[in-house]
C-alpha cells in the first residue's frame, strides 16, 4: 500500500504543475463522496481480467479512495495539491484510463476486486398490454336425430310417354309395338319396385301409384306371353291372384291391389274406369298415365266417357242394360241409378229395371 501511495503522490506533483491554483477547501469525506456518486459501476474483476482497461479504471478508482482515507490523519491540503486532487477525481470518473507507468506491476484480482457498486433499481421495460385473443368455441349441441329424408317420389312421364305412344284414343293397345320395345316398361316397373308409397305422400300421389302400378303390372303379364288371345287363358283362369309383382320386397297380386289397396283405402269408385284388366269388355286403358296433379279431373273424364260409351252401356229412358263391373263391385257405387245418372246423358227413371252385360273378355288387342 506504500507503494501506491507513493504513486499517487508523484501523479499529484505532475499534475500541479498544469492546474491553476484553487482556494475550494473539500474535505475528505466529501471527496470520498463524490468519487463514489461519480464512479461508475465496475463488474468484477474476475469477469475482466482479461482487459487492461477496466483493470486501469479500477485502479484509479482505488488509489484515490485510499489517498483520502489517509489524508483524514494529514494536514488539510495546500491549493495546489487540492488542484491535483481535483484532477485525479476527475480523472478516475473519466471513460479514459489513467496510463500506468511502464514497469509498474499490475495489481492482483483480490485488489482489483473492490469496485464501488452504485445500486440502481432494475429498470422493467413497458410492454405493451396485451389484449385477451378470443378464441372461437363451438357450443355443443345437443345430440339429435338426423332428419327423415324425404322419400322420392315416383315419375310416372316415362310410362306416360310409352302410353301414348302404344294405346289409341279408344283404348286399343298396340301390344305388338310394346313387345318389340319393352325395356321402356321394364324400367318404369324397376323405378315401381324401389319405391312404394310413403306417409308423406299426398293422396293423389299415392292413389296415382297405385293405379298406374295395377295397370303397368298387366301390360307386363300380357307382353310376356304375348301372342296370346284373352288374359283369362292365363293361370288356369286367376291371372289376378297370382302374386308376381314385387314391390320393396313385397309381393302383391293384382287382386291384392285393387281389392285390399286400392278400393278399402281410397273410398273412390271412379277407380273402377281407371284400372284396366286388358279385356275388351274393361273400360278402356286411358293413353296416358294417370298423374297426381290432374288425377281427379282424369278419373272424372274416364268415368263419363266409360258411362256413355255404347259398347259398354246401353242406357235409355225405360231401360239400362250396364257393364257387369256395376255388378261385381254394386256396394262401392250406392244407389246404381243415381250414380249412373251422374254421369249419364241419358237419364233412367224411376223404377227402371238395370240388367248387366256379358263380360268379354277377349284381349284388348289393337
Request: net charge positive; charged share 25%.
Amino acid at each position: 500500500m506504500k507503494f501506491y501511495a507513493l504513486f499517487i503522490s508523484t501523479i499529484l506533483l505532475f499534475s500541479c504543475q498544469d492546474q491553476a491554483s484553487s482556494n475550494k477547501d473539500i474535505s475528505t469525506k466529501k471527496v470520498a463522496e463524490i468519487i463514489q456518486t461519480k464512479t461508475p459501476t465496475i463488474p468484477e474483476a474476475s469477469a475482466t481480467a482479461k482487459s487492461d482497461v477496466p483493470q486501469a479504471k479500477a485502479i484509479n478508482a482505488n488509489a484515490a479512495t485510499e489517498k483520502a482515507t489517509e489524508m483524514k490523519t494529514e494536514k488539510p491540503p495546500s491549493a495546489q495539491e487540492q488542484a491535483g486532487i481535483d484532477k485525479i477525481i476527475e480523472n478516475a470518473t473519466a471513460t479514459k484510463p489513467i496510463a500506468i507507468p511502464k514497469g509498474a506491476p499490475k495489481p492482483s484480482v483480490k485488489e482489483a476486486s473492490k469496485p464501488v457498486v452504485k445500486t440502481e433499481k432494475p429498470v422493467v421495460a413497458k410492454t405493451e398490454q396485451s389484449k385477451p385473443i378470443a378464441i372461437e368455441t363451438t357450443q355443443p349441441t345437443a345430440t339429435s336425430k338426423p332428419a327423415p329424408q324425404k322419400e322420392t317420389k315416383i315419375s310416372h312421364a316415362a310410362f306416360d310417354s310409352y302410353l301414348k305412344k302404344y294405346v289409341s284414343g279408344t283404348g286399343m293397345v298396340n301390344y305388338g309395338g310394346m313387345k318389340s320395345d319393352y325395356q321402356p316398361l321394364k324400367n318404369y316397373l324397376n323405378k315401381l319396385a324401389e319405391s312404394t308409397p310413403k306417409s308423406d305422400w299426398s293422396r293423389n300421389e299415392k292413389l296415382a301409384y297405385w293405379i298406374n302400378a295395377y295397370n303397368a303390372y298387366t301390360i307386363d303379364l300380357i307382353l310376356s306371353n304375348y301372342p296370346v288371345s284373352k288374359i283369362t287363358d292365363l293361370d288356369g283362369g286367376s291371372p289376378w291372384k297370382v302374386s308376381r309383382i314385387e314391390l320393396e320386397g313385397k309381393k302383391y297380386s293384382l287382386d291384392q291391389i285393387e281389392n285390399q289397396i286400392i278400393r278399402p283405402q281410397f273410398n273412390e269408385p271412379r277407380i273402377h274406369f281407371a284400372v284396366n284388366c286388358a279385356a275388351k269388355s274393361c273400360p278402356t286403358l286411358m293413353n296416358g298415365a294417370f298423374l297426381p296433379s290432374k288425377l281427379s279431373r282424369q278419373l272424372e273424364s274416364q268415368t263419363k266417357m266409360f258411362i256413355n260409351n255404347s259398347a259398354f252401356n246401353n242406357i235409355t229412358e225405360g231401360s239400362a242394360k250396364v257393364s257387369k263391373i256395376f255388378e261385381w263391385y254394386g256396394e262401392d257405387f250406392g244407389d246404381l241409378r243415381n250414380y249412373l245418372n251422374k254421369y249419364s246423358n241419358q237419364q233412367i227413371a224411376k223404377g227402371t229395371k238395370i240388367e248387366f252385360n256379358e263380360y268379354d273378355w277377349s284381349l284388348n288387342d289393337k
